[in-house]
């Protein structure tokens, strides 16, 4: 899989959590999170989600930390919803790049919409953040059908690459209308939360259809994904990556596609 121009492979490592959590920072246990990050890319992870919300920009120090010096890497970072005005965003992309430590940020995203603030604006400054350099590509997160035909209308130079929303076997209902749309119009689909914080270790079914491939429910959950989207699990030990890297070798038939389809 190709994205902005580099190859990210079928899954991608979600850093929330990693450096603190909602605009708050969280030191504690850096020297961990580092590890675990340089771990998941020695494993083969090549994308890397993180955004300024997350430990108030210290997930996107610790993700620079960990991973800058590797040039085959794509981070996505993305900027919260109150700063979607003109000069607050290039200002927030700015502080990203300088907290990643890099010279372009690969994929930058509006990680939520604001109804306060025209679209146009905010597209407008992503184009020309890619102009200036400061990132490579733009999408969005959290957008429906209508919101991200307006993001596309409103872009003049550049495309829409991406449209990160949550999706996983619990929560379907963006095959109905985002992803078919996305698809059509050559978006990607990145999936947060593909693991639905966690259910689905407990749910017999995906328990039942992983004996069959001798696979974890965790596996079965995040493969069913890869068809509509590339997942960004994230993972706090190596055990963890091992495993949600043991979901992309193999692939569900149509017969427990279908039945998952309808959990």
């Not at 604001?114 to 997160?141: F, H, K, Y």
């Not at 996983?168 to 050559?186: C, G, Q, T, Y």
């Not at 978006?187 to 593909?194: G, Q, R």
């Amino acid at each position: 899989m190709k994205l902005c121009d580099k190859e990210v492979g079928k899954i991608g490592f979600g850093t929330w959590g990693i450096g603190g959590g909602y605009w708050q920072k969280d030191y504690s246990k850096d020297k961990e999170s580092i590890e675990i990050l340089r771990y998941a890319y020695e494993k083969g992870f090549r994308l890397f989600d993180t955004a300024e919300m997350y430990g108030d920009g210290h997930s996107e120090e610790l993700v620079g930390k960990a991973l800058n010096e590797y040039e085959d890497v794509l981070i996505v970072s993305k900027v919260w919803s109150n700063h979607l005005r003109h000069d607050d965003l290039i200002k927030s992309a700015i502080n990203s790049r300088k907290r990643l430590g890099i010279k372009s940020i690969d994929l930058y995203l509006i990680h939520w919409p604001n109804n306060r603030v025209p679209i146009e604006e905010s597209i407008r400054a992503m184009e020309e953040l890619i102009d200036s350099g400061v990132i490579r590509c733009m999408g969005v997160s959290n957008f429906d059908v209508k919101l991200l035909k307006d993001a596309m209308q409103s872009a003049k130079k550049y495309e829409i690459a991406v449209n990160e929303i949550e999706y996983n076997v619990f929560h379907k209902s963006p095959e109905n209308d985002i992803i078919p749309f996305a698809k059509e119009n050559k978006i990607e689909i990145i999936a947060y939360s593909p693991l639905a914080k966690g259910e689905v270790i407990y749910d017999s079914i995906l328990k039942k259809i992983g004996e069959k491939y001798n696979k974890t429910s965790v596996q079965i959950a995040l493969n069913y994904l890869l068809k509509n989207s590339i997942p960004i699990p994230k993972a706090s030990n190596k055990k963890h990556i091992d495993e949600i890297m043991g979901s992309i070798d193999f692939q569900i038939n149509e017969e427990d596609y279908e039945i998952l389809k309808k959990l």
